[in-house]
């Protein structure tokens, strides 16, 4: 349709193009034109690229009409405010052809005005038409459409400035509600005030934050209303006072912007202040307690062991560091203690490694009660643990703390039902203001327990200077060990077990020893265990095996060797092949021959071990349980061994005239006999143990009180003498016949 227009204000990019909506107002002015002008058509216009859109109109059905066609489009090329006139569209050569004249609504006059809009840009017409042409349009017409037009124009500007308002007003919105999300989200705390200490802007964490009730908070509220009520919670109490004057009073003097503070109720707060150049302050509060606590955790898992939550060796060294400050300062005593545990070994090889972590557990809790709340105990790795007594009264305080020690680690153990005993050797040294290096001290307290651990388990030995010239460290033993086998240093020792009725001599026990070129004699508590680690014992106990066949060769039948069997011996496959080649080699027949066992054997839950004990007791030989008592009370397993014999560890006999060790000797007796195993009773050195032991009924008897291991011509000798006295004589038990034998300590 007739076109040109004014393109009216845009009130946003969804009317810039389109069918505007209905526009009662203009539709008004429309009808005011029409009537004014006496025509059938009244419209105001926007002409885009493509259409004329009607934004308000009066005659006209249609809401707009293409541009091509629109006489409007004509119109806004024209002088702002000024009329374009048609008075005849068939005399007008623009116009005669067009659709709208040639064809419905049949236009004949027009009249139209361009208006501008705030940029100043026609692109709006307000116009009249109709189906008749006209004569003239007097100037006083001209300047009555013209008027109508700046109306219209004005009117659509007034619009344009209010939409531009309320779009301006929109976007604030908009953005106010996205820092608002924004704040809201933080996981931190914000708190703007102005140049004048009123809380301007905040979010909702930052109340919580600051330990504020949210009704403080509120634009324009004073922050010294915020302070004085956080200090009257005491939020500040604890604080250092530079730090504690800014929060409270805003000290301008201590201003910090930046600092980390505990909350009273333990969180800490980390607070960032960022001056403003009007003169406010902006403060952000994050919460890193959830990171204090992870490096918390970072630093309490460098210096603790991740096992048993006992200290490592770092903050033992730390601890050792301490301790020999403070002797030095107050002129006192402290005590470093080495301690390793015995047997420990056999239980994390038999039950595996679960039950071995559990056991750890178990002895590092029970060592920590036994200690003094100022002591430090330290795992420093595998079954060595390290101990700092930090504050002795006199030296012999550390000897009942190891004595506890000892005790409190021997009692049951239960890892999942199954009870289970392990012990710990204890090496200690006293440390005075005189000591200050900290290796030399836990080096002192290694040496010491190195006695301890050659001494037999389960005991304590105080450092002696000098011995340590004597004894190396274990890993130099390990490797010296090695040597050892090549060239000779190890032999046997010979100790007489005998009848405990008859007094004749029924077996020798072979007995390691090494002699060691620079150390002298080693027992074999100082190495046993450290052969099993590293797993010299397969050869060692092979060459032993060997050795003492020879050697019972050479006896008077039916005088049988023991030799002492490790469990990592019985694990290996070949320990069969072993025995067979030392019999062999030697001749003597497989039912001379008894191998000993300890009690961790009764651990193994492998059929294979079980089955290869079965085998070699078919072949004839003899299968002795070793230390019984001292280890794993699962007497229940015993019934799977083929066992001859149970040998009752010395410490029952040792203290065999307490009713209760006694009441333990008759129980064992009685299982012994009911399985049908023979009794031995190890470490018999008085009279009166052994008097005690026969009535108990212990079948054969072993100890100092008959003999001391023995070198092999002594052993010998020793058989020949027995041989020659008779059972009267013999009858005596001993006393003589142990005197006659020369002690392998005195003659080797
Ligand atoms: P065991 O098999 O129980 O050997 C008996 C230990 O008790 C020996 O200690 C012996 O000297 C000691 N003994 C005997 N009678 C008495 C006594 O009346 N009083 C005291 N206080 N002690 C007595 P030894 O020779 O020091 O051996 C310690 C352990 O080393 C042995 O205990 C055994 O478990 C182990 N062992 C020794 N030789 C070998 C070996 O060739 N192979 C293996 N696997 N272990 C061995
Ligand atoms: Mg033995
Ligand atoms: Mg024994």
């Not at 939409?163 to 809201?184: F, G, I, K, Y």
């Not at 010294?224 to 200090?231: D, G, H, K, M, P």
């Not at 388990?457 to 130099?476: K, V, Y």
Request: aromatic share 6%.
């Amino acid at each position: 349709m007739i076109g040109a227009s004014l393109s009216c204000v845009v009130p946003d990019a969804s009317e810039v193009s389109g069918e505007p909506a209905p526009d009662a107002q203009l539709d008004a002015v429309c009808r005011t034109a029409a009537a004014l002008f006496g025509v059938r058509f009244a419209f105001v216009s926007r002409v885009d690229k493509a259409y004329q859109w009607f934004l308000g109109r009066e005659g006209l059905s249609v809401p707009g009409t293409p541009r091509e066609v629109a006489f409007c489009a004509h119109t806004v090329l024209g002088e702002p405010h000024v009329p374009l006139v048609v008075l005849d569209t068939h005399r007008d050569a623009r116009f005669r052809a067009n659709p709208l004249v040639t064809g419905e609504p049949f236009l004949r006059f027009y009249a139209g005005v361009p208006i501008a809009l705030a940029d100043g840009i026609n692109a709006a017409t307000v116009c009249i038409a109709d189906t008749d042409p006209r004569a003239g349009f007097g100037e006083a017409d001209r300047r009555r459409l013209a008027d109508l037009a700046l109306f219209v124009e004005a009117t659509l500007r007034g619009r344009a400035s209010q939409v531009e308002a309320a779009q301006a007003q929109r976007r604030v919105e908009a953005s106010d509600t996205l820092l608002r999300t924004t704040l809201e989200s933080m996981d931190q705390g914000l708190l703007m005030t102005d140049a004048d200490d009123r809380v301007r802007v905040y979010n909702r964490h930052v109340a919580a934050m600051m330990g504020v009730a949210e009704a403080l908070l509120y634009d324009g509220a004073p922050f010294a209303a915020v302070r004085a009520y956080q200090t009257a919670q005491g939020e500040f109490a604890h604080l250092p006072d530079t730090l504690r004057a800014w929060l409270e009073r805003g000290d301008p003097a201590a201003r910090i912007y930046d600092y980390e503070r505990a909350r009273p109720d333990g969180t800490v707060l980390q607070v960032r202040t960022l001056p403003l150049p009007e003169g406010g302050l902006v403060r952000t509060f994050t919460d890193v307690t959830g990171r204090r606590a992870a490096e918390e955790q970072i630093r309490y898992m460098a210096l603790h062991d991740a096992l048993t939550g006992l200290p490592n060796r770092t903050l033992f060294r730390d601890r050792l560091d301490q301790a020999i400050a403070h002797a030095s300062r107050a002129r006192s005593a402290f005590a470093v203690l080495a301690c390793d545990l015995d047997r420990f070994k056999a239980v994390n090889d038999s039950l595996g490694h679960p039950a071995g972590d559990a056991l750890l557990r178990v002895v590092a809790e029970r060592m920590r009660n036994v200690l003094r709340p100022y002591d430090t105990i330290a795992r420093l790795g595998g079954d060595e643990f390290a101990i700092v007594l930090a504050y002795l009264d006199e030296a012999r305080e550390a000897d009942g703390i190891a004595d506890r020690l000892i005790a409190a680690v021997s009692e049951p153990i239960d890892l999942d039902g199954q009870s289970v005993e392990v012990g710990v050797s204890i090496g200690v040294t006293i440390g005075t203001e005189l000591d200050q290096d900290p290796d030399e001290l836990f080096q002192r307290a290694d040496i010491a327990l190195y006695e301890a651990k050659a001494a037999g388990r389960n005991t304590h030995r105080e450092f002696e200077p000098g011995a340590g010239a004597r004894i190396a460290t274990r890993g130099q033993l390990a490797l010296d060990m090695k040597e050892a086998i090549r060239s000779r240093e190890f032999h046997l020792a010979y100790q007489p077990v005998v009848d405990s009725a008859t007094a004749s001599v029924v077996s020798f026990e072979a007995l390691m020893r090494w002699r060691h070129p620079v150390q002298g004699e080693i027992p074999p508590g100082a190495f046993i265990a450290l052969a099993e680690e590293t797993g010299l014992i397969v050869p060692l106990g092979a060459w032993a095996l060997q050795e003492a066949c020879r050697e019972a060769a050479s006896w008077p039948a039916p005088v049988r060797v023991a030799v002492n069997v490790s469990v990592v011996q019985l694990r290996r496959a070949g320990l069969e092949a072993t025995v067979m080649a030392a019999l062999a080699a030697s001749g003597l027949p497989a039912d001379r021959l008894k191998l000993e066992v300890t009690e961790s054997v009764l651990m193994q839950d492998a059929e294979s071990v079980i089955a290869g004990l079965h085998r070699l007791r078919a072949l004839g030989v003899r299968i002795a349980l070793d230390d019984f008592g001292t280890g794993y009370s699962s007497l229940s397993y015993l019934r799977r061994f083929p066992f001859d014999q149970i040998k009752i560890d010395r410490s029952f006999i040792r203290d065999i005239a307490d009713p209760d060790a006694a009441a333990i000797v008759r129980a064992v007796v009685g299982i012994g006999e009911r399985l049908g195993m023979g009794i031995v009773a190890e470490g018999v050195e008085t009279a009166e143990q052994l008097e005690l032991v026969r009535r108990e009924g212990c079948t054969q008897v072993q100890g100092f009180l008959f003999s001391r291991p023995l070198p092999p011509d002594a052993a010998r000798d020793y058989l020949r003498t027995a041989a020659r006295l008779d059972s009267s004589e013999r009858g005596a038990f001993g006393r003589g016949v142990a005197n006659r034998g020369a002690p392998e300590s005195d003659g080797a």
